[in-house]
């Protein structure tokens, strides 16, 4: 059973941090690619990083500066680390995983998400 468990999220004032912590059990883990999405209210969902099996990452240009993405494969453990929050940064984050297993199909794994409020 694939499992993905996100902690770290919370309150926080505008200009402050927060780290993101998603664990994955029942994978295979450093041979998936990792992601952070948000789903703001009334929005759709949209990827914010994303760390390859590679090591290599990419961000949406909003957080670009102010986010990074890490993964800890010993620890079956991905990272994403705030800083300089803005209240636009208020969303449900989501961890996902997913690796090609052919060149038309993958598997793909979703958390159960993590709120973060960005307020004074």
């Known amino acids: 059973q694939v499992m993905l468990v996100e902690s770290g999220g919370g309150l926080v004032q505008p200009g402050g941090s927060l780290r993101l912590s998603c664990e994955a059990s029942?994978?295979?883990?450093?041979?998936?690619?990792m992601g952070w999405y948000r789903q703001a209210p009334g929005k759709q969902r949209e990827l914010v990083a994303q760390?390859?099996?590679?090591?290599?990452?990419d961000y949406v240009d909003s957080v670009k500066g102010r986010f990074t993405i890490s993964r800890d494969n010993a620890k079956n453990t991905v990272y994403l680390q705030m800083n300089s929050l803005k209240p636009e940064d208020t969303a449900d984050y989501y961890c996902?995983?997913?690796?090609?297993?052919?060149?038309?199909?993958?598997?793909?794994?979703w958390g159960q998400g993590t709120q973060v409020t960005v307020s004074s």
């Open positions: 996902h995983a997913y690796r090609r297993t052919s060149l038309t199909s993958r598997d793909d794994y």
């Open positions: 029942g994978i295979i883990f450093s041979i998936y690619h």
């Open positions: 760390i390859f099996s590679s090591g290599s990452t």
